[in-house]
């Protein structure tokens, strides 16, 4: 059986111009209409409120299943070719649904919320128990909610704002050619292809690619520029309207994690800082650095005879580590590749990067990453498999309960990066032994130093955003500053990467703010699960798949105390970062 690098989506539908799918959206406006009509009738009083609510949540969970249908078709159809024009009139028409689904979950919100016996009303039903979070998520932040006027108004807004510049951003970078010097020789290639040259073997490539990356950017760089100046201007004005202390606090309350937890996490950070600065300095000296380690070296490989893998093997070697946890998340591994839910190929057109996405609707999941072979890429398939095991051990819950917050899903992927890379670890002797560990520590302090970068930029960003119009010159500026922060004397800071702002997708998510710190709660959370794996591996895969699955239903420090950890305690992310260090100490000693 030859592996197909393309995903198929004929299980949504077949084409925009398909029976079913216009059949769907007809129903779609259909089911939006009902919606509206029962909330003018019904909230409006406290008569049988139990009933109402569970009418409720299930028109709205039936509708959020269609509709996620459709849009999904359309945004991944787009991914893959942003050329295809009707997959960008399919994704306005949709959008213009969700701004008009609005005003009846506003209206909604605004009743429950006056609801004085809401918490006896939820206890007196099952189903209404199932959904006890997610209700009371809505009751506690109806105090950031406008009117029903207002935020209808809003979310049309949005449509001509954040969601124009958003997509702009994707068509500018996914149709980037990046023209490298390859043995004396130009060649025009996408930019997630120039990209993954960083874990080229050859320093040649590896800087050409670099210099030949910064130079595409530059072409790019004031209309990026707009779409980062738009949509960080909008969030901080809707911010502000809705009595919100600042961005990063709504994004900790949509992410259901405390100020406290994020507090101590960086705090610990900060003072751990020097260990990663150790690491860098000896990877510097390895590769004969001497200014301290260039940004296009940070992911080299240090050995001429580093793995490469065909698809095929990333697959296999996927595959048999994933079983080897469990046979359920070996054979959902099975399943992606088998059944072509992967979109592995770069292509010019293709979003860079790569993501997982859940498709509700269906039960089953798409992946997308641009595959070149490295053992980087083996390690991003595992990373986006890993959400998609997270997406399968969710598929029983309701819709407005599988939606974890983004800490908890990157401890899902990453996690099982680590499942993977330790299984290779004890596998393997010797010189094979340093370079998997080599990539470890590598993956681990990108999480941990660059993701730091990351947070102080855009801390930075929504502080000057807010009286100024930020120039390229501006936002590259900030960007190199974040990195000298965070990476200190280990990085040379005359080959910083001032461009990171355009790179990387997370920046131009209106919706999700700060999405950066996510990863290093992953990367520190999922460190310490492996090392509960391993005290008893029988128990704690039943334990660990219970904990995917309920995770959509309460707040972060809650399911983590269901594994007997505190978010909240400097010791938990020492313990955490320890872990680390011992992995930074094992390279050390490589000589």
């Given at each position: 059986?030859?592996?197909?690098?393309?995903?198929?989506?004929?299980?949504?539908?077949?084409?925009?111009?398909?029976?079913?799918?216009?059949?769907d959206m007809k129903k779609c406006e259909e089911e939006l209409k009902s919606i509206e009509k029962w909330v003018k009738t019904n909230a409006n009083s406290d008569?049988?409120?139990?009933?109402?609510?569970?009418?409720?949540?299930?028109?709205?969970?039936?509708?959020?299943?269609?509709?996620?249908?459709?849009?999904?078709?359309?945004?991944?159809?787009?991914?893959?070719?942003?050329?295809?024009?009707?997959?960008?009139?399919?994704?306005?028409?949709?959008?213009?649904?969700?701004?008009?689904?609005?005003?009846?979950?506003?209206?909604?919100?605004?009743?429950?919320?006056?609801?004085?016996?809401?918490?006896?009303?939820?206890?007196?039903?099952?189903?209404?128990?199932?959904?006890?979070?997610?209700?009371?998520?809505?009751?506690?932040?109806?105090?950031?909610?406008?009117?029903?006027?207002?935020?209808?108004?809003?979310?049309?807004?949005?449509?001509?704002?954040?969601?124009?510049?958003?997509?702009?951003?994707?068509?500018?970078?996914?149709?980037?050619?990046?023209?490298?010097?390859?043995?004396?020789?130009?060649?025009?290639?996408?930019?997630?292809?120039?990209?993954?040259?960083?874990?080229?073997?050859?320093?040649?490539?590896?800087?050409?690619?670099?210099?030949?990356?910064?130079?595409?950017?530059?072409?790019?760089?004031?209309?990026?520029?707009?779409?980062?100046?738009?949509?960080?201007?909008?969030?901080?004005?809707?911010?502000?309207?809705?009595?919100?202390?600042?961005?990063?606090?709504?994004?900790?309350?949509?992410?259901?994690?405390?100020?406290?937890?994020?507090?101590?996490?960086?705090?610990?950070?900060?003072?751990?800082?020097?260990?990663?600065?150790?690491?860098?300095?000896?990877?510097?000296?390895?590769?004969?650095?001497?200014?301290?380690?260039?940004?296009?070296?940070?992911?080299?490989?240090?050995?001429?005879?580093?793995?490469?893998?065909?698809?095929?093997?990333?697959?296999?070697?996927?595959?048999?580590?994933?079983?080897?946890?469990?046979?359920?998340?070996?054979?959902?591994?099975?399943?992606?590749?088998?059944?072509?839910?992967?979109?592995?190929?770069?292509?010019?057109?293709?979003?860079?990067?790569?993501?997982?996405?859940?498709?509700?609707?269906?039960?089953?999941?798409?992946?997308?990453?641009?595959?070149?072979?490295?053992?980087?890429?083996?390690?991003?398939?595992?990373?986006?498999?890993?959400?998609?095991?997270?997406?399968?051990?969710?598929?029983?819950?309701?819709?407005?309960?599988?939606?974890?917050?983004l800490p908890i899903a990157e401890t899902a992927s990453i996690f099982s990066e680590i499942i993977v890379k330790q299984a290779e670890l004890q596998k393997r002797?010797?010189?094979?032994?340093?370079?998997?560990?080599?990539?470890?520590?590598?993956?681990?302090?990108?999480?941990?130093?660059?993701?730091?970068?990351?947070?102080?930029?855009?801390?930075?960003?929504?502080?000057?955003?807010?009286?100024?119009?930020?120039?390229?010159?501006?936002?590259?500026?900030?960007?190199?500053?974040?990195?000298?922060?965070?990476?200190?004397?280990?990085?040379?800071?005359?080959?910083?990467?001032?461009?990171?702002?355009?790179?990387?997708?997370?920046?131009?998510?209106?919706?999700?703010?700060?999405?950066?710190?996510?990863?290093?709660?992953?990367?520190?959370?999922?460190?310490?699960?492996?090392?509960?794996?391993?005290?008893?591996?029988?128990?704690?895969?039943?334990?660990?798949?219970?904990?995917?699955?309920?995770?959509?239903?309460?707040?972060?420090?809650?399911?983590?105390?269901?594994?007997?950890?505190?978010?909240?305690?400097?010791?938990?992310?020492?313990?955490?970062?320890?872990?680390?260090?011992?992995?930074?100490?094992?390279?050390?000693?490589?000589?």
């Open positions: 059986m030859i592996l197909i690098m393309r995903w198929k989506l004929d299980v949504l539908y077949t084409s925009f111009d398909s029976h079913e799918f216009r059949v008569f049988d409120a139990s009933n109402k609510i569970e009418t409720y949540l299930n028109m709205l969970n039936s509708f959020y299943d269609r509709f996620n249908r459709l849009y999904q078709f359309a945004e991944l159809t787009f991914y893959e070719d942003n050329e295809n024009q009707k997959s960008l009139e399919a994704i306005a028409d949709l959008q213009r649904i969700k701004a008009r689904s609005v005003k009846p979950l506003v209206t909604f919100q605004k009743w429950i919320s006056t609801l004085e016996n809401l918490n006896e009303l939820i206890q007196s039903s099952a189903f209404l128990t199932e959904h006890e979070f997610y209700l009371t998520e809505l009751v506690e932040n109806n105090e950031y909610v406008l009117t029903e006027k207002s935020e209808e108004f809003i979310a049309e807004m949005e449509n001509m704002g954040s969601n124009i510049w958003t997509r702009m951003h994707n068509e500018l970078t996914s149709n980037l050619m990046v023209n490298v010097t390859i043995n004396d020789e130009q060649k025009l290639i996408p930019l997630s292809m120039a990209r993954n040259m960083a874990y080229d073997k050859n320093f040649t490539v590896r800087k050409n690619a670099y210099e030949a990356e910064m130079k595409a950017y530059s072409e790019i760089e004031n209309a990026c520029a707009a779409c980062l100046n738009g949509i960080k201007g909008e969030v901080i004005t809707l911010s502000e309207m809705r009595g919100y202390s600042s961005p990063l606090k709504k994004t900790l309350l949509d992410q259901k994690m405390s100020e406290a937890a994020l507090d101590t996490m960086i705090s610990a950070i900060q003072e751990k800082l020097p260990s990663f600065h150790a690491f860098y300095r000896r990877k510097a000296e390895v590769l004969d650095a001497k200014n301290g380690l260039p940004f296009f070296e940070l992911f080299a490989p240090l050995e001429t005879d580093s793995f490469t893998f065909t698809f095929e093997q990333a697959k296999d070697l996927i595959i048999e580590n994933f079983g080897a946890f469990s046979d359920s998340m070996g054979c959902f591994a099975k399943k992606a590749f088998q059944e072509s839910w992967i979109d592995a190929e770069p292509r010019k057109g293709k979003r860079g990067g790569a993501l997982c996405v859940n498709l509700y609707s269906v039960r089953e999941s798409r992946i997308l990453c641009n595959f070149t072979g490295s053992l980087s890429d083996v390690v991003t398939l595992s990373h986006e498999l890993g959400h998609g095991y997270h997406n399968e051990r969710l598929r029983n819950q309701s819709y407005v309960n599988s939606k974890p917050p002797e010797g010189r094979e032994k340093y370079i998997i560990l080599e990539n470890d520590v590598s993956q681990s302090s990108k999480a941990i130093v660059d993701v730091y970068s990351r947070f102080l930029f855009e801390t930075e960003v929504f502080k000057r955003r807010r009286n100024n119009v930020l120039s390229p010159i501006d936002l590259k500026n900030m960007m190199e500053k974040s990195q000298m922060d965070s990476y200190g004397t280990s990085l040379d800071h005359d080959f910083l990467h001032p461009y990171m702002w355009i790179c990387k997708a997370q920046y131009y998510y209106a919706d999700n703010n700060f999405y950066n710190f996510p990863y290093t709660f992953g990367l520190l959370f999922s460190k310490v699960l492996y090392e509960k794996y391993v005290e008893n591996k029988s128990s704690f895969v039943k334990l660990y798949d219970q904990f995917l699955s309920v995770s959509g239903q309460m707040s972060i420090r809650t399911l983590a105390k269901k594994l007997d950890i505190d978010v909240e305690s400097m010791n938990f992310w020492k313990s955490s970062l320890r872990l680390v260090e011992e992995d930074i100490n094992r390279f050390l000693l490589y000589k």
